[in-house]
């Protein structure tokens, strides 16, 4: 989007169901994982040159998965988070850009649920709301491990980006 007109990009050659789209940065937008046809999970990565106008693959996913959260770490890269391949994946990957590889980092806490996790980087920090949770989670600078947020809850449980629209305002949690 131009602030004026959208410019159309070349259209994939199919498009992988639950699959996590994010920009890397302001010319670079990455594809990453979903589903060609249940239960076929593909851990492929593609990346979109907006300049070029062209989709080219990029370093494959550790771990396939689909329905799974996404989100940029500016120049530490792409965060994947949680999902599915046939069961609850709990596993977090680190994307570096400058290599094409994945990293793996702290897994998510074993008593959430994975799938379709929102995630906001909010000034380096990550927070997430995680499916069937009223608790807002935070994800450490420091050592990549999840906690739950002092101060934030939902009014209710989150039911996955999937099926509900929710937006994460951080700062004074007070009404």
């Known amino acids: 989007y131009t602030g004026d007109a959208w410019i159309p990009g070349p259209a994939m050659p199919w498009y992988p169901d639950y ?3 994010v920009n890397l940065n302001t010319t670079h937008t990455l594809l990453i994982g979903g589903s060609y ?3 076929t999970v593909t851990n492929d990565v593609w990346l979109y040159n907006w300049s070029s106008q062209a989709w080219t693959r990029t370093g494959s996913l550790i771990q396939g998965r ?6 940029s770490l500016g120049d530490l890269g792409i965060l994947v988070v949680g999902g599915y391949d046939g069961s609850l994946v709990y596993t977090v990957k680190l994307y570096n850009p400058s290599q094409g590889t994945w990293f793996s980092q702290p897994d998510l806490p074993a008593d959430i649920n994975p799938v379709y996790p929102l995630l906001l980087n909010w000034e380096g920090q990550v927070l997430a709301l995680f499916n069937g949770e009223d608790q807002i989670y935070q ?3 420091e050592t990549g491990e999840w906690s739950v947020l002092d101060g934030g809850r939902l009014p209710g449980s989150f039911q996955g980006y999937n099926y509900e629209k929710a937006v994460i305002v951080p700062g004074n ?3």
């Open 173 to 175: 949690w007070s009404c």
């Open 139 to 141: 994800r450490s600078e």
């Open 37 to 39: 046809k249940y239960p």
């Open 66 to 71: 689909y329905s799974h959260g996404c989100v």
């Open 19 to 21: 699959s996590c789209v």
